[in-house]
């Protein structure tokens, strides 16, 4: 079974930056984890493990895992929550698939959607996200369903980008070591 995930953060550096939503997508639904207060960012990275767990011996497809996996381990050690299981997962990253097949003028989830003309919402990006999370933390709620939704409308269009090219990916994962 393929499962999608994507991590929003609060910037690109994980000792001055924090989680603050992964979204993962898998056969049985689509799973939002929020973290509602920096203080509850350490909860949320317990919950997401434990629902990586389950999911060891399937492939976990995350668009440049180099960010993702380092970001979410650092995060994890800062707040001594075990990680354990990010260095059990069969990760494949299809940025670095876009970036070694594709020769693209840019490999960015957004610009990679467009190209294959993909229906991308691109008027919140991961840059907007510090910014929303610092006004959801003073006091407007309602960015927390834009944050969300960003983080949905990633790992759907993760997926469409594997569907549509998961012949290529698989022949590539069999030639290379695709493993992040």
Known sequence: MAVYLDCETTGLDADVGMLVAVGILTEEGEKTLFVES???EASVLKELFQLLE???GDEIYIWNAKFDVPFLLTRAVKHGVDASVLFQL???????????MLK???????????FLEL???LKVTGKNVQKL???????????????VNHCL???RRLKEIHEKMKKY???WKKKTNHLW
């Open 38 to 40: 920096p203080e509850n």
């Open 54 to 56: 389950k999911h060891k």
């Open 90 to 100: 069969k990760i494949v990253d299809l940025c670095k698939f876009s970036r070694e």
């Open 104 to 114: 693209l003028s840019s490999n960015k989830l957004d610009e990679v959607s467009k």
């Open 119 to 121: 229906n991308k919402n």
């Open 133 to 147: 999370y610092l006004d959801f933390l003073q006091g407007k709620k309602a960015n927390k369903e834009e944050i």
């Open 153 to 155: 409308d990633d790992i």
């Open 169 to 171: 990916v698989e022949f």
